[in-house]
């Protein structure tokens, strides 16, 4: 879809609210929300998608939106986001932890849990919504990232604002599928690169890890690549190897699977890959069964290998 730009100004007054809250939670994701004016609510959202990621502009007066934990359950996606502040100041509430928000700052959040934002006043964000299916991190990653401030001035955070402004102002329709698919991705890169920086910051790296997940990167087509094969590069016994991923909140074996199916999921979407079939791509990257290949894909990514190859080359892409 093209840019749509929805105000509360276009409907009668008497029916204001009711069409803010459902713009709101057709345009992000359900959630409750309550603007401090009441029924006198004036707002405007500008909406784009780029592939599966969503990009949001809000403007709006003071208000409460929540995110309960009955809705997270019932969604049927979830994403992980990044909200930009713009204008005014706000208090973003997750995973225990509280961050107020002006402008230039950011925070990241996530809709498969309970939130909570309070605005002081009159606000302004840029939000994305990225599936969270697509990224490479554990759920104790998305976890240690939620309602922590990043400040977008400086650092790895002055990536983000410069980053939103220009997907806003992009025409995706203008676009091949292909390069939409690789905005995409990259998009899903700085996102680790945020979640990372600050699950590191949290804990020291662990250099045995390190060698571990290099070593696995590096043996991904070898479809008979085991624990044992892993802990004896290393120099480290197989019971401590999945410690140090199990500390990670995820296992050997889940960390190898994810690698793979992020593998395929680039190189079915890669135009350099496109004369080679679906089994084998998932051969060079150790899944040689296609249609294991195509269980385990459809479980992580939503679609079939073959559907999203699709996608990526503009057959069915929105």
Avoid at 14 to 27: A, E, P, Y
Avoid at 39 to 63: C, E, N, Y
Avoid at 193 to 199: F, H, K
Avoid at 217 to 231: M, N, Q, S
Wanted: glycine residues 8%; hydrophobic residues 45%.
């Amino acid at each position: 879809m093209g840019h749509t730009t929805i105000d509360t100004a276009a409907v009668a007054e008497r029916d204001r609210l009711d069409f803010w809250r459902s713009t709101v939670c057709d345009q992000f994701v359900t959630l409750d929300v309550r603007p401090a004016a009441g029924t006198d609510v004036h707002g405007r959202v500008t909406a784009v998608s780029m592939a599966d990621t969503q990009l949001r502009k809000i403007a709006a007066g003071a208000h409460r939106f929540e995110r309960t934990t009955h809705q997270a359950r019932t969604a049927d996606e979830d994403y992980f986001q990044i909200a930009l502040a713009r204008k005014g100041r706000t208090l973003v509430a997750q995973d225990g932890r509280e961050a107020v928000i002006g402008p230039g700052d950011f925070v990241l959040y996530d809709s498969a849990r309970p939130f909570r934002f309070v605005t002081a006043g009159d606000f302004e964000y840029s939000v994305c919504l990225f599936p969270t299916r697509l990224l490479p991190l554990t759920r104790a990653e998305l976890g240690a990232a939620t309602a922590i401030r990043f400040d977008g001035r400086s650092g790895l955070g002055a990536m983000v604002p410069p980053l939103l402004a220009a997907l806003h102002r992009l025409d995706p329709e203008s676009l091949p599928a292909a390069s939409r698919t690789a905005i995409m991705q990259s998009i899903g890169d700085v996102y680790v690169a945020l979640v990372r920086s600050r699950v590191d910051a949290a804990a020291s790296p662990n250099v045995h890890l390190m060698r571990a997940q290099a070593w696995i990167d590096e043996h991904l087509a070898d479809p008979g690549l085991a624990p044992a094969d892993v802990a004896a590069a290393c120099s480290i016994s197989v019971s401590y190897l999945h410690k140090l991923f199990g500390e990670t909140g995820t296992s050997v074996a889940a960390y190898v699977r994810e690698r793979r199916l992020q593998g395929c999921y680039a190189d079915l979407a890669r135009s350099g890959c496109d004369q080679l079939t679906v089994g084998a791509i998932g051969a060079r990257w150790g899944l040689p069964d296609s249609a294991h290949l195509s269980r385990a894909f459809r479980a992580r990514f939503g679609v079939s290998p073959s559907v999203h190859r699709a996608r990526s080359a503009g057959s069915g892409a929105g």
